[in-house]
Antibody
Framework: EVQLVESGGGSVQPGGALRLSCEAS????????MSWVRQAPGKGLEWVAN????????YYVDSMKGRFTISRDNAKNSLYLQMNSLRVEDTAVYYC????????????????WGQGTMVTVSS | DVVMTQSPLSLSVTLGQPASISCRSS???????????LNWFQQRPGQSPRRLIY???DWDSGVPDRFSGSGSGTDFTLKISRVEAEDVGIYYC?????????FGQGTKLEIK
């Protein structure tokens, strides 16, 4: 079964940093656009960032540009999210997601989701 | 950014009855390649979201055929022909025609 498993969540103080990881299995990770999507407690979904299969292009929501960095290591089938200057409002479950991109199902048709990792930013 | 507005935000439906959720975008979602990247997701309680519908009206074989999507331009609808107990959850539309991708607020479906 195809799978995405996130790790690296936890508690951090405002202004701190965390690095989330996501390990992919049983699908062609190196040919896949990948995304991070987050969900604050009791709130809706928010797209965070996307990265091209070869890592050469990235896209972010404006509020996270300059603070968050999405990256990947195709040799390790792994996706990362480096989060710096964390704010209380960044508290959320962060999901690692596959974006089919320009494939048959099209952009944003997120077809594989991880179970999520919780990030809590609090003093 | 494209603003996605769903209505209603909550829905209480009797088992076996239909349900309909509207999703409106602040700009046309037709991309330069002619496709409309409007997707629907379902999030059951305590679970990760799951894709239901992609490109307005297409769906995977694992999605029950009581779910259907329609619409064009800026106006889209998710319909459930006969609500079942397993349909309880929150439904989100999301546009991917323009960066940044944006979700609707979500519509909570419960059984009456």
């Amino acid at each position: 079964e195809v799978q995405l498993v996130e790790s690296g969540g936890g508690s951090v103080q405002p202004g701190g940093a965390l690095r989330l990881s996501c390990e992919a299995s049983r699908f062609s990770f190196s040919n896949s656009w990948m995304s991070w999507v987050r969900q604050a407690p009791g709130k809706g979904l928010e797209w965070v960032a996307n990265i091209k299969p070869d890592g050469s292009d990235t896209y972010y929501v404006d509020s996270m540009k300059g603070r968050f960095t999405i990256s990947r290591d195709n040799a390790k089938n792994s996706l990362y999210l480096q989060m710096n200057s964390l704010r209380v409002e960044d508290t959320a479950v962060y999901y690692c997601v596959r974006d089919p991109g320009s494939g048959a199902t099209g952009w944003g048709a997120f077809d594989i989701w991880g179970q999520g990792t919780m990030v809590t930013v609090s003093s | 950014d494209v603003v996605m507005t769903q209505s209603p935000l909550s829905l209480s439906v009797t088992l076996g009855q239909p349900a309909s959720i509207s999703c409106r975008s602040s700009q046309s979602l037709v991309y330069k390649d002619g496709n409309t990247y409007l997707n629907w997701f379902q999030q059951r309680p305590g679970q990760s979201p799951r894709r239901l519908i992609y490109k307005v009206s297409d769906w995977d074989s694992g999605v029950p055929d009581r779910f259907s999507g329609s619409g064009s331009g800026t106006d889209f609808t998710l319909k459930i022909s006969r609500v079942e107990a397993e349909d309880v959850g929150i439904y989100y539309c999301m546009q991917a025609t323009q960066w940044p991708y944006t979700f609707g607020q979500g519509t909570k479906l419960e059984i009456k």
